[in-house]
Structure formats: structure tokens, C-alpha cells
């Protein structure tokens, strides 16, 4: 059976309590495996079988709801037994959103900017009710606020009119609002009547609705209240301030969210428009989705490079910094790789595509992004749970309130007295209840957090590795490429014997590596081609990973490699011991180089050390980690370096297989730990750790295989990583401690609970312009971290 994991965006959210509404209503379509609906990303991923549910179904059953759900992207990710994810295109779901099906192309990236197209155009549609409703509602609410003031401030003088008077002619104006820039909070009731869900809309609309009706009864009918003695006070000022302040609410929420998305439409808009290939002999220009693979794109002075590829002809160097955040242009030449989006400088050349629309690096990228950024940390588990039990509660607490001031507060007020004060309670609970800030405070600090990281390079692979990376208190580095350079050279050359030349030992060893890919293998070689010296072809090669190559030259045994490979083998390296000493002393890597069992020579190779390094460990100390170093390397050159650079642990002489175990040893310790490496053969590793982050150096960059991918193998953004988890943390959970606090503090204030020993009651309209702050606050908060370092 195979399963789709699919991103789709959801339409018509009001707020949190719809994300849960939704996720409920289509996990419980057959076919469906999970679904986790985002509100702040108004994503959703859904796990389902396609033989067995359309999309158009899923879609069917959430549009009577008042939602809807579209297509994303034209390719899905398959998920087949072995977990590995493959491409296929889509066939058989049908996509509702006819605007999606002929003008976009299958592999463009434009869907997130036709995402903010519509984002736009909400915006647009609340602004023009804002525009006739927020004036009414301002000038209702300072003449409220004055008519409150008047009563504890003796010395304002009196209102030219008063409430009670002005209440009849706001009859006319408050249907008006009620029905035309109210009707979603009504359409929440009617489908809280109907389907028995229930959202934010629905605790606004019950709220406004019960003012408004009620006081429209007391204004056309007031003879029946006066005949059974009920209160004649009317409240319409409620229903317009509150729904136009909570118009206003949604409308700054709505165009900070635009904001937080700001980074990944910056990422997309590095894609070149359009690319100048050759076709049947021409040069053509064609629209970027038009390109296929092995086509011969041109490229010229200054031209963005469309897609990624590999030169046939021609040299230049490319501007790849948006990319490797590198500031070096790199030389290219026939057989090297392009990337889109990076900048040719002077030279021309000809590339075949290898990779075009959503293969690219750069849309893998962004699809990573935009992945990491729907995706829910763990936090906000705790606020999804409660506010989705937040709506009927807040329903079920308000009706009690009622119940309260009429049966117990009848005991000592009089009965309409008690009444109107229930009344008040029961609106100003449901109208402060609502768990919008809840439901903002982590996906927007998680949008504005991973999207920052983007921007400098640091893509974070989802919600979780983000939360995660706060928490840990070791990090250990890989040591060649890591913490090194990567790029080994030999320092010295010692015989061991009087008759043989160093010549001769670089000669034999440089030999024996020629079929190894391990970069000291690689700084044999070089300094063999420095020296001018010709290589002999072995006849046999063995690689023995993590101690050194094997290998028969005109039958002769040559062994090339570490002590421990010395002593499998028989080689005697007592006579080597000064040297040994000498060599690792100085934090340079002794290789063995033996000839039939004798030991001929040693060639010592050094690695130089990142310039950042040492302030990288000095740094992660001051923010109270514990460093470690692991490495295959000898014990003493590992030490040497350690201390070069402060390192706390030494894990040495661990053979590739065994890093994981040594990860998994510190975890069982208790330890958090954070694995840095290359990605490529430190793989198990940075899966064994909590956060396995990956060093990209240049262009090769393994961004699937850590959770945290660094690109070009800078050490300063890995401690800018750790920053932004940990700024991005400590935003969450502000965001999160005001919106419980507000809420907590906020219920029993709208209830009444001050009315007993203050003689003050909350008048609803200040539930209104509270709740509709809470929100914009949350916003603002999170979009606070783009401007942290
Ligand atoms: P690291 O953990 O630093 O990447 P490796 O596990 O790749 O190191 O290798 C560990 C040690 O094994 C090296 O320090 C070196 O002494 C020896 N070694 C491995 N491969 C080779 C080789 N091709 N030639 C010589 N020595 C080798
Ligand atoms: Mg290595």
C-alpha cells in the first residue's frame, strides 16, 4: 500500500480552534492516516492512502464547514515501506482550486506567492469593512469610556447625551454592522447550530449576537420588559465595538503574518524567470519551467544561472554566495557543477540541466523551509490540546456565569439587576475567552525563526530540531572538516631506513593511496605531484576504513596507515617511538608506511584549524555547553588539538562505525547532544544525537540527511544556530505565558468575580479591544526575532 504525505493549503481559518476542528473532521475520512492542520502557516499535511480518499473528498467534507483545501505542489512525496521518498507526479486527486489546475505549472514555486495573493486580498476585503465599521467603533468606545470615567470621576461633567438615549438610534447602526461586517461571527453560530463545531467566530457571534438581540427587543418592545419588570438596558455599543475591534484584531494579525513569511518569498525570489537554451541548433529564451533535463542552457556575463547543471564548455567564476553564503566567487570550468540562482561573473559558458523546477537545490531549499515552518514543535502540543477543548469550555463557563450572577446574585441585587450583570458576564466571557493568542504564540515564532535562519544560511529541518537544539548541553564535533579545514597537507617526511630516500617512502605510499578517496590519502598524493615524482601502479588496493590502505606493487607488500593498523599487521614501530611522540605532540598525524612487515618511514600530515574554531568553543562555553572532539585520529594529535582549542572531551581513535555508539554512551549519560559533522560519512552519528547538524562545505551539501544544515563549513553560524533556537525559545514561551496569562486572568474579570468586593464590572467592550491586543501582541513578539542578532 502506498501512502501520500501531502502539504495543502487550508482556506477559511478564523483560528486555532479550526485547525483542531478540521484535523478531527478529516482524520475521520476513511483513508485518511493523520492530519495535522498548522493555523498559522494555514497548512495542512495530511498522511492518506489516494486508492481510497480524494482530495476532493477530504475537501467536501470541510466545506461544509465554511473551509476548504487545496493543492500545493504537482509532485508528492511517497512514502514506501523502506521509509526512502521517491518523486512521483500526481494523477488521480483531482484539485478543487480551478485556478491551480491550468495556469500553474507543474514544477513552479509560485505557489507561495499565490498563497500571498490571497493572503492580500483577506486583507483587503477586512480592510474595507474596517474602514466604515473602526470609526463607529472608536467613537463608541471613547464616548463609553467617558460615560464610565463620568460615573467614578466626579469632576467630568456629564455626557451631553447619555448612553440610554443614544442606544435607540445605534439600533439601526449596530444591524448594519452586525449583519454585514458581523456575518462571519454569525455564520460561526449557524454552523455551530448546524454541525456542532465550533471556533472562535462562534464564541464572538453568540456573544455580539446575544446584545444585539436582546437590545433590539428592549427598543421595539419595551412595554413587555417594563410589564414583567426586566432591565431596559440596551447594549448595542457591545456588538459594534466588539466586532470592530476584532475586525481590527484579525486585520493587524493578518498583515503581521504576511510579515513572517517575508523570508522564504526573498529565498524564492533568487530563481531566475527565464533561461537562454539551445534548441535544434537556436538560441532560444524560454520561461523557466520550460527547461528539461539535458538541455544546453547559455550562460553570459552577469546572468543569473537558471537551474542547476553541469558545464560542457567555457570557463568563468560564479557568485554562489546566496546560495553557500560563501563570499568567494568560485572558478568553473567543463565538468563542474552550477547551481541555479547563483551569478555568473565575466566569463561564458554552456551547462547541461541536470536538475529543473522542484529538483533544483534551491527549491529543495524552499520546500524544506516551507516544510520546517508548518511544522509543529513539540511546545505546542500543550497549547493545540487546550484550545481545542478552549471553545466549549469558555461556552460551557460563560452560561455558568450567567447562571450565577441570576440564581445567586438575585439573593442579594435585585432581580433585573442580577439579570443585566449576567447578561454582561455571559458576553464578556465568550468575548475575552477567545484562544486566538494561544494558537499564534508558537507557529509564528517558528515562521520568523526558521526563516531567519534561511536567510543566513542555517536551514533547520522542522519545528522540532529548532525546539530541540535550545536544550543541549554538549555538541560534539567531528574533527577533520569540522573543526579542521578539511584539507590535510604532509609536514613531514621521515626514513626509517638508511637506504631508502624520502623520495622513495612518498613514492610508495603515494602509490598505495591512489584508489583511496580519504583526504589523507589526498595530501599524499598532492605533495607526490609536487615533487614531481611518478606514481607505481598497484596490483592489488584495499581500503581499511578508519586505519589506511592495503595494497601489492610489483609484489611487494605495502602497508599505509595508523599505529593500529601497524600492529594488526605484524609491523614492529618500537624503533618509532621518539618520532611518534614528536609528531603528535604537535598535533600532526603520524602515517605508517611499511614494506613487506618492516616499517620503511613516516609521513606526518597536519590539518590546519579553522581561524573561527577557537572562539566557536569559546563561545559555546560562555552559553554553557560542554565541547567534545571525536575523531579516528591518534589519541595525542587528538589531544594537541583539543588543547589547542579548548575542547572539554577527546573522544579519539573511534573507528567510523563506532561514533554513533560513542553519541549514544554521552546520551545514556544524560546528556543532550548535538553531533557536527560533514553529513556524509558521519551519517549514523548525526542520527544517533538529538540535533545532528551538517556542515555543508561549498556546493555538495547533504541537506536531507541532519536536522540542521549549515551551508559552506562556517563554525560562526553554528553558534548563531544555537542562538536563534535558543531567542526563538525564549519567544515561544513569552508568547505563551501571555496568552495563558491573559486568558486565566481575563475570565474570571469578565465574570464578575471584581463586582463583589469593587462594586466594578467588566464592561464587554473592553473584552473586545483585549482580545483583538492579545493577538497583534503574539504577532509582534515573534516578529521581534527578525530584528535579534
Ligand atoms: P577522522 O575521524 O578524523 O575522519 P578516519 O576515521 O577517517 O578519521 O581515519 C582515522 C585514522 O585512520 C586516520 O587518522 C589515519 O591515521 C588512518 N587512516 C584512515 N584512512 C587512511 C588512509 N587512506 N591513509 C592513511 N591513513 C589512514
Ligand atoms: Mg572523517
Same mark, same amino acid.
Given at each position: ?47 492518506? *492512502? ?7 473528498? $477530504? ?40 485556478? @491551480? ?7 513552479? $514555486? ?56 443614544? +442606544? ?56 413587555? $420588559? ?84 553541469? !558545464? ?15 563570499? $568567494? ?67 460551557? @463557563? ?31 466571557? @465568550? ?68 637506504? !631508502?630516500?624520502?623520495?622513495?617512502? @612518498? ?44 595494497? &601489492?606493487?610489483?609484489?611487494?607488500? !605495502? ?105 549514544? &554512551? ?11 559533522? *560533514? ?10 544525537? *538529538? ?24 563554525? +560562526? ?73
Amino acid at each position: 500500500m502506498s501512502e501520500v504525505n501531502k502539504v495543502l493549503a487550508i482556506k477559511g481559518m478564523r483560528c486555532a480552534s479550526c485547525a483542531s476542528v478540521i484535523e478531527k473532521k478529516v482524520g475521520k475520512v476513511e483513508g485518511v492516516k493523520s492530519c495535522s492542520v498548522n493555523y498559522g502557516t494555514e497548512k495542512a499535511q495530511i498522511v492518506y *492512502d489516494p486508492n481510497l480518499v480524494s482530495i476532493d473528498k $477530504m475537501n467536501f467534507e470541510i466545506s461544509k464547514l465554511g473551509y476548504s483545501m487545496s493543492d500545493l505542489s504537482g509532485a508528492d512525496k511517497v512514502l514506501d515501506n523502506t521509509g526512502h521518498h521517491s518523486l512521483v507526479l500526481v494523477d488521480s486527486s483531482p484539485i478543487t482550486d480551478p485556478s @491551480l489546475t491550468s495556469s500553474t505549472p507543474r514544477h513552479s $514555486m509560485s505557489t507561495s506567492s499565490s498563497g500571498k495573493d490571497e493572503k492580500l486580498i483577506e486583507l483587503k476585503n477586512l480592510r474595507s469593512k474596517l474602514i466604515v465599521v473602526l470609526p463607529v467603533s472608536m467613537i463608541l468606545f471613547v464616548y463609553v469610556t467617558y460615560d464610565i470615567l463620568r460615573m467614578v470621576l466626579a469632576f467630568i461633567p456629564i455626557t451631553p447625551i447619555g448612553m440610554d438615549t443614544l +442606544n435607540k438610534f445605534l439600533f439601526l447602526i449596530s444591524s448594519f454592522v452586525m449583519f454585514w461586517a458581523g456575518k462571519p461571527f454569525i455564520d460561526g453560530v449557524i454552523r455551530f447550530i448546524k454541525y456542532r463545531v465550533s471556533n472562535m467566530d462562534t464564541l464572538i457571534g453568540i456573544g455580539t449576537l446575544t446584545s444585539y438581540v436582546y437590545s433590539s427587543f428592549v427598543t421595539l418592545f419595551p412595554s413587555v $420588559m417594563t410589564k414583567y419588570s426586566l432591565p431596559t438596558d440596551t447594549y448595542f455599543d457591545v456588538s459594534i465595538v466588539i466586532i470592530g475591534f476584532v475586525l481590527l484584531g484579525k486585520y493587524l494579525e493578518a498583515r503581521s503574518k504576511i510579515k513572517t513569511g517575508e523570508d522564504i518569498e526573498k529565498l524564492i525570489g533568487l530563481q531566475a524567470k527565464t533561461a537562454l537554451v539551445l534548441r535544434s541548433g537556436e538560441e532560444v529564451e524560454i520561461p523557466i519551467d520550460q527547461v528539461v533535463i539535458k538541455d544546453i542552457v547559455i550562460i553570459k556575463p552577469g546572468q543569473k544561472i537558471p537551474v542547476d547543471g553541469k !558545464i560542457t564548455e567555457g570557463y568563468s567564476t560564479v557568485d554562489e554566495s546566496m546560495i553557500s553564503g560563501e563570499s $568567494m566567487p568560485v572558478e568553473k570550468k567543463a565538468g563542474d557543477i552550477v547551481i541555479g540562482a547563483t551569478i555568473n561573473k565575466q566569463g561564458t559558458f554552456m551547462f547541461e540541466a541536470t536538475k529543473v523546477g522542484s529538483d533544483t537545490m534551491l527549491s529543495q531549499i524552499i520546500q524544506m523551509v516551507e516544510r520546517a515552518q508548518g511544522s509543529k514543535a513539540p511546545i505546542q502540543n500543550l497549547a493545540d490540546r487546550i484550545s481545542s477543548v478552549f471553545v466549549p469550555t469558555v461556552l460551557i @463557563l460563560s452560561i455558568l456565569s450567567f447562571l450565577a450572577w441570576v440564581g445567586i446574585g438575585s439573593l442579594y441585587l435585585p432581580f433585573s439587576k442580577a439579570l443585566s450583570l449576567g447578561l454582561v458576564s455571559f458576553v464578556g466571557v @465568550l468575548v475575552i475567552a477567545c484562544p486566538c493568542a494561544l494558537g499564534l504564540a508558537t507557529p509564528t515564532a517558528i515562521i520568523v525563526g526558521t526563516g531567519k535562519g534561511a536567510q543566513k544560511g542555517i536551514f533547520i529541518k522542522d519545528a522540532k530540531a529548532l525546539e530541540t537544539l535550545h536544550k543541549v548541553d554538549t555538541m560534539i564535533f567531528d574533527k577533520t572538516g569540522t573543526l579542521t579545514k578539511g584539507t590535510p597537507v604532509v609536514t613531514d617526511v621521515i626514513t626509517l631506513k638508511n637506504d !631508502i630516500t624520502e623520495e622513495c617512502i @612518498l613514492t610508495q605510499a603515494g602509490s598505495a593511496e591512489k584508489g583511496s578517496e580519504h583526504p589523507l590519502g589526498d595530501a599524499i598524493i598532492k605533495k607526490v605531484s609536487e615533487k614531481n615524482l611518478t606514481l607505481d601502479k598497484p596490483e592489488e588496493f584495499e581500503a581499511i576504513e578508519g586505519k589506511g590502505v592495503r595494497t &601489492r606493487i610489483s609484489n611487494e607488500e !605495502i602497508i599505509v596507515g595508523n599505529l593500529r593498523l601497524m600492529e594488526e599487521s605484524n609491523v614492529d614501530t618500537s624503533t618509532s617511538q621518539a618520532h611518534i611522540e614528536r609528531l603528535s605532540g604537535e598535533g600532526k598525524t603520524p602515517i605508517f608506511v611499511a614494506k613487506n612487515f618492516t616499517l620503511i618511514g613516516i609521513i606526518a600530515i597536519a590539518d590546519t584549524i579553522k581561524d573561527e574554531a577557537r572562539d566557536a568553543v569559546k563561545a559555546l562555553h560562555k552559553m554553557g555547553l560542554k565541547v567534545a572532539m571525536i575523531t579516528g585520529d591518534n589519541k595525542r594529535t587528538a589531544n594537541a588539538i583539543a588543547s589547542q582549542l579548548g575542547i572539554d572531551i577527546v573522544l579519539s581513535e573511534v573507528l567510523p562505525g563506532d561514533k554513533a555508539n560513542e553519541v549514544q &554512551r554521552l546520551q545514556e549519560k544524560g546528556a543532550i547532544v548535538a553531533m557536527v559533522g *560533514d553529513g556524509v560519512n558521519d551519517a549514523p552519528a548525526l542520527a544517533q544525537s *538529538d540535533v545532528g547538524i551538517a556542515m555543508g562545505t561549498g556546493t555538495d551539501v547533504a541537506i536531507e540527511s541532519a536536522d540542521v544544515t549549515l551551508l559552506a563549513g562556517n563554525l +560562526n553560524r553554528l553558534i548563531e544556530s544555537v542562538k536563534l533556537s535558543k531567542s526563538t525559545m525564549a519567544v515561544i514561551k513569552e508568547n505563551l505565558v501571555f496568552a495563558f496569562a491573559y486568558n486565566v486572568l481575563g475570565i474570571p474579570i469578565a465574570a464578575g468575580i471584581l463586582y463583589p468586593f469593587f462594586g466594578m464590572m467588566l464592561n464587554p467592550i473592553f473584552a473586545g479591544v483585549a482580545m483583538a491586543m492579545s493577538s497583534v501582541s503574539v504577532v509582534s513578539n515573534s516578529l521581534r526575532l527578525k530584528a535579534a542578532s
